[in-house]
């Protein structure tokens, strides 16, 4: 089994910052791309940020310039560095990972259970 669990989510004010992290554990061969995903009451999920195992990141648009994704690949482990968030961050958080538990498997889709980030003043 593998598990993604994430921490870090919690109340801010608007222009404050939180980081979220999400470690993966199990029985893991090796992670290709992570992921942070959001969904806003009423709204789809939709990608915040990606980043690949080579380091290539990829942002939407609403989070470019405020928000920094990064992973530490010895601990299996992805980071969300969200600065300058606004009402419209509000949205539980979803860690995502492409992640390839044996050589006898095609690589899976994992996620984590979420993580409430609430902008309000």
């Known amino acids: 089994q593998v598990q993604l669990v994430e921490s870090g989510g919690g109340l801010v004010q608007p222009g404050g910052s939180l980081r979220l992290s999400c470690a993966a554990s199990?029985?893991?061969?090796?992670?290709?791309?992570m992921g942070w995903y959001r969904q806003a009451p009423g709204k789809e999920r939709e990608l915040a940020a990606s980043?690949?195992?080579?380091?290539?990141?990829n942002y939407a648009d609403s989070v470019k310039g405020r928000f920094t994704i990064s992973r530490d690949n010895a601990k299996n482990t992805v980071y969300l560095q969200m600065n300058s968030l606004k009402p419209e961050d509000t949205a539980v958080y979803y860690c995502?990972?492409?992640?390839?538990?044996?050589?006898?498997?095609?690589?899976?889709?994992?996620w984590g259970q979420g993580t409430q980030v609430t902008v309000s003043s």
């Open positions: 199990g029985s893991i061969l090796s992670i290709n791309a």
């Open positions: 995502h990972g492409n992640i390839r538990r044996s050589t006898w498997f095609a690589p899976g889709d994992y």
């Open positions: 980043i690949t195992s080579g380091g290539t990141t």
